[in-house]
């Protein structure tokens, strides 16, 4: 017998080697899954720049990005409770001195309303002083007029008199006098009387004016106020507040930036 085989048995033989060698399993049940990546972008419900309403330099920033802020609050009514959190604080000299200015100004016109509510009283108590200066005319008048139909009675007794010859006309002479000393006084007294009531009068009219100088001063004030207030408002711009619950993404000042 040959050793050497035929050439188509080498070549089954080789053949055969180079096959894989397969072993049997027993299959399992599986479920397939399949994962797929895919490109995306995530975008916020609400975005807002936000910015300053009036200049000055950055003082302090109190967030950065990637901080969570918290916005306003609001009650039952919708009404802002709580203001939001403050994001960064603003500087301006320019608007610190107007709104002193400001506030110096209402001090000011404070005081000119007290000035006022006070001459207010001046001009009550003059008006006092005049009545009782129109009383002390009036018991002058009367004094006067009593003076005057005492000397009225006697003058015309003593002429009476006098024409009957029973006194002499010196005496007639004196009490005629006293008769015209007497309306002299009567006439002075009324006219004292008219100038207390004028003076009356004027008192009533200048408290009537004061108390117009005072609701004057008081709407003056008023002004003042609002517009102190006005500064005090814009003023407030200078915290830069959140507008909502969110994440700071972006941040472009820096303290000292204008």
Known sequence: CSTQLPESEVERESTAAALPKVATTRPVRKTITQ???????????????????????????????????????RNADGQISSPGQILAVLSSPELDEEYRQKQAMVAQVEAEVLQAEAAVKVCESMQVSAKAGVEECVAGQLRAQAQYDRWKSEFDRIKVLADARTVTGKLMEESELQFKSADAGRSEANARLKSAEASLHEAAVAIEKAQADVQAVKAHLRVAEADRDRVAALRSYLQITASFDGIITERHIDPGHL
């Open 35 to 73: 994962k797929t990546v895919q490109p995306g972008r995530i975008e916020a419900f609400n975005t807002t720049p936000i910015h300053v309403k009036i200049g000055g330099y950055v003082d302090r920033i109190l967030v950065d990005i990637g901080d969570r802020v918290t916005g306003p609050k």
